[in-house]
């Protein structure tokens, strides 16, 4: 029995193009402006922290790269009830971690590196999960590089130092989450 589906197909090849074209207006139509800004601080910590505007520059791609597919497939009825569920819990996961990143941005000296790395890794482990049988390793590794990267302990401590460099960058951020929350994006 011959298995072609050209909605399969059409699917394949629209997550091939989206690969091949994350850039920043290209990608306007399918991630939000506060997103959009959320992720430009992300960017700007990332070069700061790192002094390598390319690493830099990939992170922010690769998480692109996969918040476009995720929404493909989910726009294409891919999922199953049970990844539903999936996505569920990693909805809720990343709305509780958005909700511990502003209150320890709000009240100084409460920033547990513990916390958030956990977090961090229960989102990455849980998209995995959700992606698994959707996406290539290729995808699977971007997702690891773009958890890896920002569970970074030591990026996280500085991120957090009431004082510290990155100060305005987080400011931004959390007013940024706080907005998506409000508006029942996460």
Do not use: W
Request: net charge neutral; proline share 2%.
């Amino acid at each position: 029995m011959d298995s072609f589906s050209s909605k399969d197909m059409a699917l394949r090849a629209q997550k091939k193009i989206l690969s091949s074209m994350a850039t920043k207006s290209s990608v306007q139509m399918f991630i939000d402006d506060t997103t959009s800004e959320i992720l430009d601080e992300l960017y700007r910590v990332s070069k700061e922290y790192s002094g390598n505007k390319t690493e830099a520059q990939k992170v922010i791609k690769d998480l692109v790269k996969i918040a476009v597919k995720i929404g493909l497939l989910f726009r294409n009825n891919r999922f199953s009830t049970e990844e539903l569920g999936v996505a569920t819990d990693f909805k809720k996961k990343l709305h509780q971690g958005a909700m511990t990143a502003i209150s320890f941005y709000e009240v100084d000296f409460t920033f547990d590196k513990a916390v958030m790395e956990e977090l961090l890794t229960s989102c990455r482990d849980l998209l995995l999960k959700l992606v698994n049988t959707h996406l290539t390793p290729k995808s699977h590794g971007r997702i690891n590089h773009v958890f890896n990267h920002f569970s970074d302990p030591e990026l996280l401590t500085k991120l957090y130092e009431p004082s510290g460099p990155f100060r305005d960058h987080l400011t931004k951020i959390c007013k940024g989450l706080d907005k998506l929350m409000e508006d029942g994006t996460i």
